[in-house]
Nanobody, 116 residues
């Protein structure tokens, strides 16, 4: 059974930090590139970060580039998103996504709320 389980969300004040984690099971994690998406209430889902299957290539959205870092540990089937200097506009549900050619999986999401 394929699972992507996110954790680490919560309520934090402006300027604070959170570290999101996504643990994968049921598929060959190291063969999949991984992404973090977010969706704020009433808005479209937005790509936040992308990391290649072996972690050698990462991309971050311009809105988070200087504040967020994406990493993965293939030995632990885990991808992480370190979020620093959080802003109220970072408030959203954050989703983990695994993808390769003709196959992809979504997690259930973890809520991040940044208070002003």
């Amino acid at each position: 059974q394929v699972e992507l389980v996110e954790s680490g969300g919560g309520l934090v004040q402006r300027g604070g930090s959170l570290r999101l984690s996504c643990v994968a099971s049921g598929f060959s994690f190291s063969s999949y590139a991984m992404r973090w998406y977010r969706q704020a209430r009433g808005k479209e889902r937005e790509l936040v970060a992308d990391i290649s299957s072996v972690g050698g290539s990462t991309n971050l959205a311009d809105s988070v580039k200087d504040r967020f870092t994406v990493s993965r540990d293939n030995a632990k089937n885990t991808v992480s998103l370190q979020m620093n200097s959080l802003k109220p506009e970072d408030t959203a549900m954050y989703y983990c996504y695994a993808h390769r050619v003709f196959r992809d999986y979504w997690g259930q999401g973890t809520q991040v709320t940044v208070s002003s």
